[in-house]
């Protein structure tokens, strides 16, 4: 693990650099906004079959962060690689075609469409078929098919027919990440995927996110404040600190480091009971 400026153990580093190359990496990512430094030469490689979960406090930088790599901020310094290309400039439908898929900001949802047409329409962008008018597209079995099955894994197939303006807050959730899931991304972005979403709701994010995990050619990258969601999906867990990078390491190591235990968990230093609750709890 990381913390800081010293490296306290590099046996996660190393073993994710014999995994082989990253699928998205950030060197020296940086911006400013006049004399604020909101994400400030953050490096990091993220690799297939990999969850990275981002914690921090408020204003830490997280969505900053993802902001710059699906490209709705433009970096003051740094580069972005997608699979080794420089990806740093493109803006977001080029970084999405090249596989970074961003919920709940990638796309925005068509209040006045039917459920299953926002998901069509996304499964049509990713196959890159436009709307012919002398075409019946609607009839594209491929298509349909695709778009049937993005609603069944989020649990919204007997609410295709509905006009999405009239979808409840987690239901609009579950819609996002099921056009996420049609435009079949290489690289998952998550930013608090489960924020809003009922007791009963949060199931089935989390297993869908579990499902992607499972695909090992896939990379997931996940905002998210809830210690129990980070602790049963992460792989590994970075924390940033007013733009910095301030951990990077084993979920287990980084949430008990005395560091993040008292910047993020509030606890005072030498509190081992307080510790092994945080760690554990």
Known sequence: MTVGAASIDTTAALSRAVAGPPALETRDLTI????????NAVSCAFHPGELTCIVGPNGAGKTTYFNLISGQLPPSAGQILLGGED??????????????????????????????ENVRLAVQSRRRIGLDLWSVWSANRAVREQAEDCLERV???????????SLPHGDQRKLEVGILLALQPRIFMFDEPTAGMSVDEVPVILGLIQEIKRDKSKTVLLVEHKMDVVRSLADRIIVLHNGNLMAD?????????????QAYLGIAAGDESAQQEGSHG
């Open 32 to 39: 400013r906004f006049g004399g604020h430094v909101a994400v």
């Open 249 to 261: 390491g084993d979920p287990a190591e980084v949430i008990a480091s005395p560091i993040v235990q």
């Open 87 to 116: 990806v740093t400039r493109l803006p977001v439908p080029h970084k999405a075609l090249r596989g970074i898929g961003r919920a709940f900001q990638l796309t925005s949802l068509f209040p006045n469409l039917s459920v299953f």
């Open 155 to 165: 649990a919204l197939a007997d609410k295709r027919h509905l006009p999405v303006a």
